[in-house]
């Protein structure tokens, strides 16, 4: 099947450059130069991914994707970024990102991960310890699913991405043991939950119905996750 991508960028010279390396891997690319173009095309098509650029006038890379998740909430999407805009890249996070690339020097990464992206593969990450989830986001990355990520019960409240599935710790910094799960349950209720925590004698009575104990093998989880992927059947 022809992959379909949505690249968006105001520098139109850098757009159509990409979008030719992208056209020799076989897949079809649509230009968007601004986000009320890009929000046109996202309403008239089904693209399998989406490529942005962070810094662009009038509605940069982050509140693009907001608006884009209220469209197609299954859209896999890429940031690429030439600056450093942290609050920028953790609004991004928050909404779901397959990757945040440096322009143009990881292009190479950014065919690997598109030709990967899997529609729908969204993975809430609930974790404060900041190290375990940027190993977990590689990981999802690397089987072409999002994390979306959230260090507290605050940052949890603002994902505005549907995840088919959840990764949630029991202890975190803004909230009492537990509540962070009973928040997933209220969020997304039905969605398989899964509980990382290294308290297993508190786990069952926290309501935790499946557990990986820390630390936990991450082939297993993401076998775990892959398996749920499937019984999800995105459109």
């Excluded at 046109?40 to 693009?64: C, F, H, I, S, W």
Aim: include cysteine.
């Amino acid at each position: 099947m022809i992959r379909h991508y949505l690249l968006v960028d105001d520098n139109e010279a850098f757009a159509e450059n990409l979008a030719e390396i992208l056209r020799d891997t076989g897949a079809e690319v649509d230009i968007a130069l601004d986000g009320p173009n890009a929000i046109a095309r996202v309403k008239a098509q089904r693209y399998d991914a989406l490529v942005t650029d962070m810094r662009m006038p009038g509605m940069n890379g982050a509140e693009l994707l907001r608006e884009l998740r209220k469209i197609d909430g299954e859209l896999p999407a890429v940031l690429l970024s030439a600056y450093s805009q942290e609050e920028l890249l953790r609004m991004a996070r928050r909404d779901g990102l397959l990757a945040v690339l440096s322009k143009p020097q990881q292009i190479p990464r950014l065919i690997q991960i598109l030709e990967s992206a899997r529609r729908g593969g969204a993975v809430v990450l609930v974790e404060d310890d900041v190290a375990l989830a940027d190993n977990l986001t590689e990981a999802l990355a690397s089987r072409g699913l999002t994390a979306v990520t959230a260090a507290d019960v605050k940052e949890l409240g603002r994902v505005s991405a549907r995840p088919f599935a959840v990764l949630v710790d029991l202890k975190l910094p803004d909230a009492g043991f537990g509540e962070a799960l009973q928040r997933v349950h209220e969020r997304w209720p039905g969605i398989p939950t899964i509980v990382m925590t290294a308290f297993r004698d508190e786990a069952q009575a926290a309501g935790a119905q499946e557990c990986f104990f820390k630390p936990f093998d991450t082939a297993t989880v993401l076998n775990r996750l892959e398996a749920l992927y499937r019984e999800y059947q995105p459109t």
